[in-house]
């Protein structure tokens, strides 16, 4: 009993360190073998171009994203950003690790709140640029 005690309270530990390095694995019975990191690639500037097309009064958080390793973890993101009344537009580029999410020139972008709400999805934003357009 206390082995089994021990393993369940070892294990909790571990999953609470990084969730996500559990799920790197496998997602619904897929593996992955790399893991993006969005530091190490620039914007596509025509996904950039296509992005703000018909954007205006707006600014735009561009961030680097470590962890995303399949479509299933850029649709995480793109839906937690969705359901924020606040963003006008989202776009995950899983191949370059960039996140651009489009809010009013009104609204309060903080790193903090973004930096949360992709951890919360299983991946690390690195840092975040806004651009006011």
């Not at 600014?59 to 399949?70: T, Y």
Request: neutral net charge; contains cysteine; proline residues 2%.
């Amino acid at each position: 009993m206390k082995k089994i005690l021990l393993l369940l309270v070892f294990t909790s530990i571990t999953w609470a360190e990084n969730p996500h390095d559990h799920m790197h694995n496998s997602h619904e019975g897929h593996l992955h073998e790399k893991l993006v990191d969005g530091k190490k690639y620039e914007v596509d500037p025509e996904r950039f171009d296509r992005f703000i097309m018909d954007l205006k009064d707006s600014q735009i958080a561009v961030l680097n994203v470590k962890g995303m390793v399949c479509d299933f973890c850029a649709r995480g993101i793109e839906k937690t950003f969705k359901k924020e009344a606040n963003v006008k537009k989202i776009d995950v580029d899983l191949s370059k690790g960039k996140v651009l999410i489009a809010y009013n020139n009104t609204q309060k972008i903080t790193f903090e709140d973004i930096k949360e709400k992709i951890l919360i999805n299983g991946q690390n934003a690195i840092d975040m640029q806004v651009i006011n357009l």
